[in-house]
DNA sequence: GCAAGAATAATCGTATACGATAAGGACATT
DNA sequence: AATGTCCTTATCGTATACGATTATTCTTGC
């Protein structure tokens, strides 16, 4: 069965942002429009605007009459999202103390639990999901679905952050903090949940490596070092 | 002179959006392909991207097969909007605050003191668009482009809120709020400019005509008025 | 005279076709 | 042998063409 149904606009963007965010597809790999057409078994004029809406949620670069690249965000960029971050989800917590009501509570802390199973499973592309998806989950506390939304965009831009920049040996977000955090909006203190806020993501972002050079594109030596060097 | 320049996609899409927000196009308003192309001097090749975007930003409406039109944010959505932005624009103002140095504190009084020459003028427009890059100059603040861009999209969706339930005697926001935010900033109270920045924004909100239905669209009857009734 | 249905017209959505631009390789030159 | 230039090829960007769906108008019956 080759194509079983046409596949709608916004099915195709969630296939390629998710093949993206669990990083099936690295940074700096190209996105053709013919192949990705065949991929999906319609046109590259379906493929074309997808493509677009990726570029304006900045997961993709589009450089003219080169082509569509999985965008490889720059150390400047990295960092600026990250500020972003903390200035906005300073707000989201805030918020979400002061709306916060005990079912959830335990909704977060379910959804940390379940982070936590992935993780110890070894999981490790499942957690990287659910540690973003709890962000997500806090924005839902504040019972705005614009916010969550914005929330999502911006921890979207920032898993490919990660990919990009993390060190090979860190396993990720730091364990605790996301516990931490549901603590400081249960106890009710705003201040204190803000300020744990806002170390977390500081956190996060020292957990990288932005001193050196990104992460190599998968370009030639890299994806063919198996070969050895022929001449 | 038809045609001098191709124009590219972007000044396209600021193009409409500018018309948009200025209120040059109303909210309901049929946004055709082949007319807007014919406008643009483009084929509809170059308008559906940029009409998908301006949807994506919630800015524009498409129905399948209908046609795309000017949005018409429901009151919920509007509501929505606007406590999303109190949300962000919180970690917005304590950021700036946090921020500020004495040459932002004159820029953004600057910008009040633009705003308030054009209201004086009986610029309407032009005041309503100061006011919500007062907005942005405030993000700008923070020195972080993506929070600044974070902040434009949701003031245009905010302008579109405006354009559809302001009352009629309404001059627009309230006419002291934004110099009143600077004193905050400026006195360095952290948690007085957030409170400030809530209370504000929500005076916007209450300044609205959320009871009633939404302005009309400028349909027919409006739109050929002065025909008067023919038959 | 009015309502319901059918035919026409207009517009949207998608695919295909074509010109333009950049990448990759062959050949000539130094 | 290495480098620079030209040519071929592949891919992108845009326009045009066509089928599908909806709005409108005209006709017909009540």
Redesign the pocket.
């Known amino acids: 069965m080759p194509d079983s149904k ?1 596949m709608t ?1 916004d099915e195709i963007h969630r296939e390629i942002l998710e093949a993206i965010l669990d990083g099936r597809l690295a940074p700096g790999e190209k ?5 990705l057409g065949k991929v999906f078994g ?5 493929i ?1 605007p997808v493509l677009h809406r990726l570029t304006d949620q900045k997961i993709v670069t ?1 450089e ?5 690249f999985v965008a490889r965000p720059s150390v400047e960029e990295a960092r600026a999202v990250n500020a972003a971050r903390q200035i906005v989800e300073e707000g989201v917590i805030r918020a979400a103390t002061r709306a916060a009501q005990p079912k959830h509570i335990t909704q977060l802390r379910e959804a940390v639990a379940e982070e936590q199973r992935a993780r110890s499973r070894g999981d490790t592309g499942q957690a990287h999901r659910m540690t973003g998806e709890f962000h997500c989950e806090l924005a839902r506390v504040t019972g705005n679905d614009v916010v969550v939304e914005l929330v999502r965009e911006l921890v979207s831009r920032d898993s490919l952050v990660v990919a990009l920049y993390q060190r090979p040996a860190s396993s990720g977000c730091s364990l605790g903090g996301h516990a931490d955090l549901i603590d400081k909006i249960a106890s009710g203190d705003e201040d204190a949940a803000a300020h744990a806020m806002r170390h977390h993501l500081q956190d996060v972002m020292a957990s990288l490596d932005l001193g050196g050079e990104a992460r190599k594109a998968p370009s030639l030596a890299a994806a063919f070092s198996h070969l050895g060097n022929r001449r």
Do not use: C, N
Not at 31 to 35: K, V
Not at 42 to 46: A, H, I, N
């Open positions: 046409p606009d996105l053709g429009q013919d192949e319609v046109s590259k004029t379906r074309r589009i003219p009459m080169r082509g569509a």
